[in-house]
């Protein structure tokens, strides 16, 4: 169907900077939207960060005014800049998408989720 795969997680020191990418594979026509989530250890899976059809965004109260959502349409990509980090910014971060594939039946929709990628904040 449609694989995501997210990249750019990493070690970094507090208040330093991160930017994962979210890309999209397979035979994919458009990603209408993207979420990024994120998961501690012992902790639940949050969403963090999303990015509408139209590109209308919207986050969560923690990373308000440092992280930033934003697509590549023509590149069937999403990214999450990540600045001033923070220890507790340290976690899993999971990419999920939406939009629409070709296959041998035509046209589809898919909403798939990428493995996750370790960001890791230090001191």
């Known amino acids: 169907q449609v694989q995501l795969v997210e990249s750019g997680g990493g070690l970094v020191q507090a208040g330093g900077s991160l930017r994962l990418s979210c890309l999209a594979s397979g035979s994919v026509l458009r990603v209408n939207a993207m979420k990024w989530f994120r998961q501690a250890p012992g902790m639940s899976r949050e969403l963090v960060a999303g990015i509408s059809v139209d590109g209308d965004t919207n986050y969560a109260d923690s990373v308000k005014g440092r992280f930033a959502i934003f697509k590549d349409n023509a590149e069937n990509s999403g990214y999450l800049q990540m600045n001033s980090l923070k220890l507790e910014d340290t976690a899993v971060y999971y990419c999920?998408?939406?939009?629409?594939?070709?296959?041998?039946?035509?046209?589809?929709?898919?909403?798939?989720w990428g493995p996750g990628t370790q960001v890791t904040v230090s001191s």
């Open positions: 999920f998408a939406e939009g629409y594939y070709s296959d041998q039946h035509g046209l589809n929709s898919f909403g798939s």
